[in-house]
């Protein structure tokens, strides 16, 4: 079952990194392995850290708002993680912000909970010590 998880996870994120680039169809992609309930927690140590996002509308906005904060973000997957229900994604940022026009590069870890084949809950870290701990493994 769990690699069924990663494969939820993995159809989830290249729905939306195709969004993202520019394909309008892809969302559909993404939102079909999406809970309609799906809880987003903000990523630890990130600009957003003690947001919440419940549902779609409000995950929607969450993300219009942290676009609109970068001139530049190239966001890319470098690892899945099978952790049961659980799946961790490794991934590497560039991003590049509209007002200091400064440019950071972060290696961030979300973790994806996957029940009955949807995407139900997201907390991201960027720390990929910490999201590994989290759910009991180990570098």
């Not at 219009?64 to 991934?91: C, M, N, P, Q």
């Not at 200091?100 to 960027?126: C, D, F, L, N």
Request: charged share 25%; no cysteine; glycine share 8%.
């Amino acid at each position: 079952m769990s690699q069924e998880n990663v494969a939820v996870v993995r159809q989830m994120i290249e729905g939306f990194l195709a969004f993202q680039n520019g394909d309008p169809n892809a969302m559909a992609t993404a939102l079909a392995v999406l809970d309609p309930d799906i809880v987003w927690y903000g990523t630890v140590g990130g600009l957003d850290e003690g947001r919440v996002a419940h549902g779609y509308e409000e995950l929607a906005q969450g993300f219009a708002e942290s676009f609109e904060a970068w001139e530049k973000l190239v966001l890319e997957t470098e690892h899945y993680i099978d952790a049961g229900d659980r799946v961790i994604v490794f991934w590497h940022e560039v991003a590049r912000s509209r007002h200091s026009r400064q440019e950071m590069e972060t290696a961030t870890a979300v973790i994806y909970t996957v029940r009955r084949g949807k995407v139900v809950e997201a907390r991201g870290y960027m720390n990929r010590a910490e999201a590994l701990e989290t759910v009991g493994l180990s570098e």
